[in-house]
């Protein structure tokens, strides 16, 4: 398996040297095409157009052309979807055939998976599987399958990031399948903490002691290449083994590869962006204004007007100084390691591993880890632990007016939630992306028992009014407070739906927000719990799909109306279409309509439907992160930021 790994790299890259195109050919879906065959970066023959960094003034001419080929591909879907949402006395599908050609009048959908560890994947799955047309069950009456095949972009943070990533690396492979996962794979085997690593040998772990080596000797070999690690290299691939179903968690698989995926190619999938935050060394105090950096498989870089530039993702790793990379510097591939970004977006959780080399002989972890663990810390003393070195820095020199990295060998990136943001919105609000509906599905722990109360969205919104929006625009949300005694917090609440409120300025997409809410079990599982047994993952996994559908429009009778006038809403408007009669009253119902009630809330959220769980297993068994032994810090960032 190694050696035909190493094999494939090695065949790829040369066909990629031999022009562009070829490469995609030969892997067909996301792949270990690391040219050095495992974990570390590694030099290649730069392609004859140089990679180059470039200004965020448009989107990339590899998205552009990708997007002429996707939006006609949602066309189907949606009106799939929109005559299952049968909105009375208006004929949706002759609105969305009148229009096929025009994609300024056709809807435009993103998807935003926010954070908060495993709750956050297990929550998003839900959506993502009620939405998925390929899903058992999810187009029939009562439901949105489709709505995934509909959209265009899916973005993702932290724990959703570890969704959006395992599907993308597995062959855009469906929520159902992860989730059940396979004899010989550690792929979603939730009820194995990671610290404790895979209990089983199978073909893709060889058994718990070569799983602490692997991973050593990976974080060992990208060092002795010559590259920085930080605690995220560990993290990273220790995540892996549960994301990535390949040998050893994929160690070559790199972001840029799924752009070769046959299906990302063909554009029969969303745009996947993962999201972290930049931190300049000595920042300890991460503010909305920290540039928010979006990694797609194509490009990484940022809108913010902090660098306002994008490297191709393919060749991070190269010596890119004022954006280009001179002749006698070096091109490299391979510093996109899948499960590095997935770790970087998540960096929060490299707290995890301190935490193990804190447990005092309790744990079978290898001294090898330990010393592995302390010694990173030392390198990196001064600089807090929670954070993902990216080195050489793609924008070193780079717009050195406004770029306050520019002197810097290393870019420092943190978990996407830390800034309070802990929905990916920025990438799906820019306008240039043009999104008329975002779906923003909030697994967040803000309230005292781990569920939403807004706090990302107002972080959204807030961001929107100062410097650092640059042309970036959000509707107004309430307070915490309103969010609970309104129970903006327990059904899907629409934002931005009176666009008067832009006052002619940029009209952004409409925000439906979906919040984590106890429908059928409490999905408000601690940030830091991390395992989950099988059944308990079932269970929060069904719960938010019962989420995403109001139990199946049981909760609601015309919930799949509602959701399709939220699709069609920024459509009509720009046309000038009567809104349809049932649209109003589902608006009247789901739109925040700038009522505020900010007394102080007394309950936290009740069973919507029922406890599935009362009369089965109550106990929610899993590791949870001893807080005990964390340190201050980290249980502040946990119980103010985190998600
Ligand atoms: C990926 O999935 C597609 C669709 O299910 C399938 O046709 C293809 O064989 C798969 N490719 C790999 C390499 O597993
Ligand atoms: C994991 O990969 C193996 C080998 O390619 C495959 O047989 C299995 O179906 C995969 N499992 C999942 C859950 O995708
Ligand atoms: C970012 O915001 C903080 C306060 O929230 C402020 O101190 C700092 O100067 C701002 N930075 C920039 C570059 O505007
Ligand atoms: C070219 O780039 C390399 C690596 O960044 C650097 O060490 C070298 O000084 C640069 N040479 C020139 C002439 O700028
Ligand atoms: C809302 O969430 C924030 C953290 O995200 C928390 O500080 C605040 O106490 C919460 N307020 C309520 C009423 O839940
Ligand atoms: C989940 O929420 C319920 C109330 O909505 C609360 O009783 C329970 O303690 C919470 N669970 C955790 C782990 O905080
Ligand atoms: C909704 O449908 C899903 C998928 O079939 C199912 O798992 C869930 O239990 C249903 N919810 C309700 C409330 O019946
Ligand atoms: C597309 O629709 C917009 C909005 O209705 C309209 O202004 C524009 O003329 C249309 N373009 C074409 C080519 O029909
Ligand atoms: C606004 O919403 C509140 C409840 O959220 C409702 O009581 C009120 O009647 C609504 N106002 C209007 C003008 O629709
Ligand atoms: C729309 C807008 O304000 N764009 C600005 C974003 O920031 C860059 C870099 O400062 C400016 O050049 C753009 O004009």
Not at 52 to 62: E, F, G, K, N, Y
Not at 205 to 210: C, E, K
Not at 636 to 643: T, Y
């Given at each position: 398996?190694l050696?035909s790994?190493?094999?494939l790299?090695?065949?790829s890259?040369?066909?990629a040297a ?8 030969l ?23 140089r990679p ?11 998205e552009r052309?990708w997007?002429?080929e996707?939006r006609?591909k ?7 979807l929109?005559?299952?949402g049968n909105?009375?006395d208006f004929?949706a599908?002759g609105f969305i055939?009148?229009?096929?050609n025009n994609f ?5 959908i993103g998807?935003?998976?926010s ?5 956050a994947l297990?929550?998003?799955?839900g ?7 390929r899903e058992a069950g999810s187009t029939?009456a009562g439901q949105?399958?489709?709505l995934?095949q509909?959209?265009?972009y899916v ?5 959703g ?7 993308y690396a597995?062959?855009y492979t469906?929520?159902?399948r992860l989730?059940d996962g396979s004899p ?12 404790g ?5 199978g073909?893709s ?6 799983y ?21 290299d560990?993290?990273?691939?220790a995540?892996?083994?549960?994301l990535?179903?390949?040998t050893?968690?994929?160690p070559?698989?790199?972001l840029?590869?799924?752009?070769n995926?046959?299906r ?13 935050v ?11 204004n920290?540039?928010?950096v ?13 660098f306002?530039g994008?490297?191709?993702?393919r ?9 280009e ?11 996109d390691?899948?499960?590095?970004v997935m ?6 959780f ?11 002989g309790?744990?079978?972890v290898?001294?090898v ?11 990196i003393s001064?600089?807090?632990n ?5 080195e ?5 020199g780079?717009?050195?007016g ?10 420092i990136?943190v ?7 802990n929905?990916p ?7 240039m992306r043009?999104?008329d509906?975002?779906f923003?599905?909030?697994s967040s722990?803000?309230?005292e028992?781990y569920w939403?109360?807004?706090t990302a969205l107002r ?6 009014k100062?410097?650092v929006a ?12 309103t969010f609970?005694n309104l129970g903006?917090n327990?059904?899907?609440t629409f934002f ?17 927000y979906v919040?984590?809410?106890?429908y059928?079990i409490?999905?408000?599982i601690s940030?830091f719990?991390?395992?989950?047994e099988?059944e308990?993952?079932l269970r929060?996994i ?10 199946n ?5 015309d919930?799949t ?5 939220a ?5 009509l408007?720009?046309?000038g ?9 589902c ?8 009522t505020e009630?900010?007394a102080?809330?007394t ?6 439907i029922?406890d ?7 106990q929610?068994a899993?590791?949870?992160l001893r ?8 249980a ?8």
């Open positions: 398996m050696l790994a190493s094999l790299a090695f065949v890259s040369v066909l031999a022009g562009p195109g070829h490469a995609g050919e892997s067909r879906r996301a792949a270990p095409d690391s040219p050095s065959g495992s974990y570390p970066p590694a030099n290649v023959d730069c392609p004859s157009t180059t960094i470039r200004a965020a003034d448009s989107l990339s001419q590899a052309d997007l002429r996707r006609p949602t066309v189907q879907p949606m009106i799939d929109l005559r299952r909105i009375p004929d599908e055939n009148n229009h096929a300024s009048v056709i809807p435009n998807i935003a998976v954070g908060g560890g495993y709750r297990m929550n998003g799955a959506f993502i599987a009620a939405a998925d047309s029939g949105i399958g489709g995934l509909a959209a265009t973005s993702a943070l932290s724990g990031g570890w969704l959006v990533g395992s599907i597995n062959n469906t929520v159902t989730r010989d794979s550690s792929v979603w085997k939730f009820e194995d903490s990671i610290l690593g895979p209990d089983e040998p073909v772990i060889l058994n718990t002691a070569g602490w080596s692997d991973l050593v000797d990976n974080v060992d070999d990208k060092r002795d290449a010559g590259y920085a690690v930080s605690l995220t560990p993290w990273g691939r995540l892996s083994y549960q990535i179903n390949a050893q968690g994929g070559a698989y790199t840029s590869s799924i752009a995926d046959e990302f190619a063909n554009a029969d999938t969303p745009f996947p962006i993962i999201v972290t930049e931190r300049a060394p000595g920042n300890d105090n991460l503010a909305l920290n540039s928010v979006e990694f797609n498989p194509y490009e990484m870089g940022t809108f913010d007007p902090t306002y994008f490297a191709p993702t060749y991070l790793g190269s010596q890119f100084n004022r954006g990379i001179n002749s006698t510097g070096h091109c490299v591939r391979g510093l390691q899948l499960g590095f770790g970087t977006s998540s960096s929060l490299n707290y995890a591993l301190i935490e193990l080399t804190n447990s005092n309790e744990s079978e290898p001294t880890v330990l010393n592995m663990v302390e010694g990173i810390l030392e390198t001064g600089e807090s929670d954070v993902a070195v990216w050489p820095n793609p924008f070193r780079y717009h050195p406004i770029n306050r990295n520019a002197n810097r060998e290393s870019l990136l978990d996407g939630g830390m800034a309070l943001e929905i919105l920025q990438p799906v609000i820019q306008p043009a999104v509906v975002v923003a599905v909030d722990a803000d309230t028992y939403p109360n807004g972080a959204t919104y807030e961001r929107s100062q410097d640059n042309g970036t625009n959000f509707p107004a949300v309430p307070g915490a407070n609970i903006l327990r059904r899907p931005g739906c009176d666009v008067s409120e832009f006052r002619g300025g940029h009209v952004p997409p409409l925000i439906v919040p984590n809410a106890p059928t409490n999905s408000n940030t719990q991390m395992s989950t099988v308990e993952k929060i069904q719960n938010g799909w019962n989420v995403a559908t109001m139990g429009d049981t909760v609601e009778s919930w109306t509602c959701l399709s006038c699709v069609l809403s920024r459509s408007q720009r046309t279409t009567t809104i349809p009669a049932a649209c109003n009253t608006f009247q119902r789901h739109c925040w309509n700038g009630n900010e102080t809330p309950a936290e959220p009740t069973f919507i029922g599935a769980a009362a009369t089965a297993n109550p929610n899993g590791v949870t807080t005990s032994s964390m340190s201050l810090a980290v502040v960032l946990a119980a103010l930021f985190l998600a």
